[in-house]
């Protein structure tokens, strides 16, 4: 048996299975030597790994329509707008021949059904949303950067504004909930479960100022995103969420953040499937090392969980970087498609990091990984995936498939009237600034109906805008705070990293 013909077979596959290339030995393809992912393993996660020009964005593009093919809509980030060529047919030329005469695939040109999505407003694509109280504590802990103790006193004002019944919706809910609690009336509501020292509340509201000159008081308020809206199929094919990113180019914690609320959102609102056939939903995380860079051990810990835990749900996710040590051991270990690209070795880091990746990979008597992770060609990658057993597949040199679609933007107009023309534009395009946090504690709020009866009207006082302490003093404000918290704590729940979402 051929080198070729033994790594083959460790790919073999008799049900659906998204196809990435050919094996490659000693400097020859076999075109004949397919290399694929069971559509049944996909939701056992996978990692997409390389340096900056080897050909991962166009590994990212073959295997979103793959995926779309089969009825799985996809997930991911579109950082410079090179993945919205997925929406048109590629072109024929002799390089896209000579690849499919490599590979063995019968190219032909094609587009995929795309929804161009952008987070917050400012965007070309259509706006997605989360509240402050949705997104909870912790993850927005991780984009201020609080440290423990911080995040700990952040956690304090989340339960008070849960228990009191006022909604945050955006960061101004948010900063006149710290400014009440700061104050005499807001220390007396907190008594015997400690306070908000002066400090920490300027440190949180300072973040928050920072926050939002990047643009994150245009992420958060409503309508709040559907995760339902990100699975769903057009003629068959699933529908591939494009986000594109430009607006929050200067708040890369508030993008990698954002990736792992909707997975949250995703694990706590999907009912388990166990193992399934295919995914119903594939999630590819860029720039993955933004999300663990200065991570607690908690917030890794949550991360694993969820991870481990989301697989059940059915969906899948790939993580994608640079270099497979940006990504923990606890989730390295989790993920069972590798399709890693070129490496570079230029300084003694490279090279400790060239080692550290080889060591990752089961062993090969084929290949010698340290050579061959530094010689691959652009749309070449050293691949190993689980098989339809939940074996790991022998370590595969692979020449990847071209993508059908076009390998190039369409541009932003383009971009902009197709977002104009999708079907989620009505829904999320307008911003919705109801009553909340803000306008109940700025303002005094009449009493509900059955004390207006049974005492009669105060004398009107003059208004004070902006003294929320005096507000909050009122006996009307206090009545209807708690009667309104006691409804809505019992229909806030936090699950994991303290997100939450309203029950419907």
């Given at each position: 048996m051929t080198a070729q013909s033994e790594i083959a077979?460790?790919?073999?596959?008799?049900?659906?299975?998204?196809?990435?290339?050919?094996?490659?030995?000693?400097?020859q393809v076999e075109p004949a030597a397919h290399v694929r992912i069971p559509l049944a393993m996909v939701n056992r996660h996978g990692l997409v790994a390389g340096a900056t020009g080897t050909g991962k964005t166009k590994t990212l593009q073959l295997l979103a329509e793959q995926l779309s093919d089969n009825g799985v809509p996809v997930l991911m980030a579109d950082v410079k707008g090179d993945l919205s060529g997925l929406a048109r047919q590629g072109t024929a030329n002799d390089r896209t021949a000579a690849r499919a005469a490599d590979t063995g695939d019968d190219w032909q040109p094609r587009s995929y059904p795309v929804q161009f999505l952008s987070i917050g407003t400012g965007g070309v694509g259509v706006p997605l949303r989360a509240t402050v109280t949705s997104f909870g504590p912790i993850l927005l802990s991780k984009v201020l950067g609080l440290n423990d103790t911080q995040e700990s006193t952040l956690g304090l004002i989340f339960h008070w504004a849960d228990s009191r019944g006022l909604p945050l919706l955006d960061?101004?809910?948010?900063?006149?909930?710290?400014?009440?609690?700061t104050g005499d009336e807001g220390k007396a509501d907190l008594k015997g479960i400690g306070g908000v020292s002066g400090a920490t509340a300027g440190v949180i509201l300072r973040a928050l100022v920072n926050l939002e000159a990047q643009g994150g008081d245009r992420f958060f308020g409503e309508p709040e995103l559907d995760p339902a809206d990100l699975m769903r199929q057009r003629d068959g094919k699933g529908v591939v969420s494009l986000l594109e990113l430009a607006e929050l180019q200067g708040s890369p914690a508030l993008f990698s953040t954002f990736l792992m609320w909707l997975l949250a959102e995703l694990f706590e609102t999907l009912p388990e499937e166990g193992d399934v056939e295919k995914p119903k939903l594939v999630f590819f995380f860029d720039e993955a090392h933004l999300l663990f860079a200065d991570a607690s051990k908690a917030f890794l810990d949550q991360i694993t969980r969820t991870v481990k835990l989301i697989r059940s749900k059915g969906i899948g996710v790939f993580f994608c970087t640079q270099l497979p040590t940006d990504v923990p051991n606890e989730v390295l270990s989790q993920l069972g498609a590798r399709v890693q690209h070129a490496l570079r070795a230029f300084t003694p880091d490279d090279q400790k990091a060239l080692a550290r990746t080889v060591k990752t990979y089961p062993t090969t008597p084929h290949y010698d990984l340290e050579k061959a992770l530094t010689s691959l060609g652009i749309g070449e990658a050293v691949v190993t995936v689980l098989s339809e057993k939940g074996a790991p597949t022998p370590v595969a040199w692979t020449r990847l498939r071209a993508p059908r679609s076009l390998m190039d933007t369409i541009g932003t107009d383009a971009?902009?009237?197709?977002?104009?023309?999708?079907?989620l534009h009505g829904r999320y395009a307008e911003t919705v600034d109801r009553e909340s946090a803000y306008e109940r504690l700025m303002r005094k709020v009449a009493p509900p109906p059955e004390e207006q009866r049974q005492a009669p009207e105060p004398p009107r006082e003059r208004e004070e805008p902006g003294l929320v302490e005096k507000v909050l003093g009122n006996s009307a404000v206090?009545?209807?705070?708690?009667?309104?918290?006691?409804?809505?704590?019992?229909?806030?729940?936090r699950g994991v990293f303290g997100t939450s979402r309203k029950r419907r």
């Amino acid at each position: 048996m051929t080198a070729q013909s033994e790594i083959a077979a460790g790919y073999a596959s008799a049900g659906a299975a998204v196809e990435l290339g050919a094996v490659l030995v000693d400097g020859q393809v076999e075109p004949a030597a397919h290399v694929r992912i069971p559509l049944a393993m996909v939701n056992r996660h996978g990692l997409v790994a390389g340096a900056t020009g080897t050909g991962k964005t166009k590994t990212l593009q073959l295997l979103a329509e793959q995926l779309s093919d089969n009825g799985v809509p996809v997930l991911m980030a579109d950082v410079k707008g090179d993945l919205s060529g997925l929406a048109r047919q590629g072109t024929a030329n002799d390089r896209t021949a000579a690849r499919a005469a490599d590979t063995g695939d019968d190219w032909q040109p094609r587009s995929y059904p795309v929804q161009f999505l952008s987070i917050g407003t400012g965007g070309v694509g259509v706006p997605l949303r989360a509240t402050v109280t949705s997104f909870g504590p912790i993850l927005l802990s991780k984009v201020l950067g609080l440290n423990d103790t911080q995040e700990s006193t952040l956690g304090l004002i989340f339960h008070w504004a849960d228990s009191r019944g006022l909604p945050l919706l955006d960061t101004k809910d948010l900063r006149s909930v710290i400014q009440h609690l700061t104050g005499d009336e807001g220390k007396a509501d907190l008594k015997g479960i400690g306070g908000v020292s002066g400090a920490t509340a300027g440190v949180i509201l300072r973040a928050l100022v920072n926050l939002e000159a990047q643009g994150g008081d245009r992420f958060f308020g409503e309508p709040e995103l559907d995760p339902a809206d990100l699975m769903r199929q057009r003629d068959g094919k699933g529908v591939v969420s494009l986000l594109e990113l430009a607006e929050l180019q200067g708040s890369p914690a508030l993008f990698s953040t954002f990736l792992m609320w909707l997975l949250a959102e995703l694990f706590e609102t999907l009912p388990e499937e166990g193992d399934v056939e295919k995914p119903k939903l594939v999630f590819f995380f860029d720039e993955a090392h933004l999300l663990f860079a200065d991570a607690s051990k908690a917030f890794l810990d949550q991360i694993t969980r969820t991870v481990k835990l989301i697989r059940s749900k059915g969906i899948g996710v790939f993580f994608c970087t640079q270099l497979p040590t940006d990504v923990p051991n606890e989730v390295l270990s989790q993920l069972g498609a590798r399709v890693q690209h070129a490496l570079r070795a230029f300084t003694p880091d490279d090279q400790k990091a060239l080692a550290r990746t080889v060591k990752t990979y089961p062993t090969t008597p084929h290949y010698d990984l340290e050579k061959a992770l530094t010689s691959l060609g652009i749309g070449e990658a050293v691949v190993t995936v689980l098989s339809e057993k939940g074996a790991p597949t022998p370590v595969a040199w692979t020449r990847l498939r071209a993508p059908r679609s076009l390998m190039d933007t369409i541009g932003t107009d383009a971009i902009r009237q197709a977002a104009a023309q999708s079907e989620l534009h009505g829904r999320y395009a307008e911003t919705v600034d109801r009553e909340s946090a803000y306008e109940r504690l700025m303002r005094k709020v009449a009493p509900p109906p059955e004390e207006q009866r049974q005492a009669p009207e105060p004398p009107r006082e003059r208004e004070e805008p902006g003294l929320v302490e005096k507000v909050l003093g009122n006996s009307a404000v206090k009545s209807f705070l708690r009667s309104a918290g006691s409804a809505l704590a019992r229909e806030i729940t936090r699950g994991v990293f303290g997100t939450s979402r309203k029950r419907r």
